[in-house]
């Protein structure tokens, strides 16, 4: 079941890459806008309350205010890294290392061990998440990108491992809906700085009319696989579901030819020649590693 629900997940995961690619570079100009009102979004998570929102305790929001407070930071430099960089090259390059931060943070704070089977998947997956990724960039700065999408990994893993330390000690909605309350409030502090405040509080009508559509479907996506994901998360290892991240790059490499096709002047990607037989090989080795899960 777990299996399933990942899959669905990490396809409208893509979707949302996709989008938030499109977006990053073409109409919003500072990452810190487009963080703030996804964590805006994630409050609808409340619609959960009915069916179990309880006091938490002292302990668990603290884990749940840092658990949010490393996905915005997460969020900030994924979105500085796509806005240098191909989407197709970034985002598979922070989900080839962000299950490896989660295999360092779960073994500590959880307790989590693989066994053989497991983890020899888990490492053909993370071989095929980074093979994907490994491409001449077309950066100005290639190593900030490296360094900005690290951080984004070591974050994204962090807050991926709280995330499931807190469903396995609370209800899967107490945890879901805690987590995106902290994250909401972790992300007012980019309030702090005026530029932010500007941009945030002052958006620009014509840019609101004209993404505001395109946003919505994005956070759509993102939203139902985010609940899914972390559905997936209470249900079984969470090292072995970020693992599977993989497969959201197949999917993605997959809309990326589509819109190359269809659009190309929306997307500034490479998906040609050696490069796209790069791409197909490192998917070989990630379907091989799922294969390996069942």
Not at 68 to 76: C, E, K, R
Not at 129 to 158: E, H, R, W
Not at 244 to 264: D, E, H, S, T
Request: net charge positive.
């Amino acid at each position: 079941m777990w299996l399933i629900i990942s899959i669905i997940g990490y396809f409208l995961n893509a979707i949302a890459a996709v989008v938030d690619k499109i977006l990053i570079s073409k109409k919003i100009t500072n990452p810190a806008v487009y963080v703030f009102f996804i964590s805006l979004l994630g409050l609808i998570g409340f619609v959960l309350a009915p069916w179990g929102f309880s006091w938490i305790g002292w302990w668990y929001l603290g884990v749940s205010l840092l658990a949010g407070a490393s996905f915005v930071l997460a969020l900030l430099y994924l979105f500085k890294s796509l806005k240098i960089a191909e989407s197709s090259r970034v985002t598979p390059f922070i989900g080839g290392f962000s299950p490896i931060f989660v295999f360092i943070f779960s073994f500590f704070l959880l307790g989590e061990r693989l066994n053989l089977k497991q983890l020899v998947a888990f490492v053909v997956i993370i071989l095929g998440t980074v093979l994907i990724s490994v491409s001449k960039s077309k950066a100005k700065n290639p190593t900030s990108v490296y360094f900005l999408s690290i951080f984004s990994a070591l974050m994204f893993g962090l807050s991926y491992t709280l995330t499931k330390y807190l469903f396995n000690n609370l209800s899967f909605v107490d945890g879901f809906v805690w987590v995106r309350l902290t994250t909401f409030f972790a992300a007012l502090f980019l309030l702090v700085t005026s530029q932010n405040r500007q941009d945030i509080l002052h958006q620009d009508k014509n840019m609101v009319k004209q993404s505001g559509a395109l946003f919505l479907f994005g956070q759509v996506a993102g939203a139902g696989s985010f609940l899914l994901i972390n559905y997936a998360i209470s249900l079984t290892s969470v090292t072995l579901v970020n693992a599977m991240q993989g497969l959201q790059y197949a999917f993605l490499l997959i809309l990326v030819l589509v819109l190359f096709k269809w659009r190309p002047q929306l997307l500034e990607e490479r998906v040609k020649g050696w490069v796209l037989v790069q791409k197909i090989v490192a998917i070989i080795l990630i379907g091989l590693g799922l294969f390996l899960l069942v």
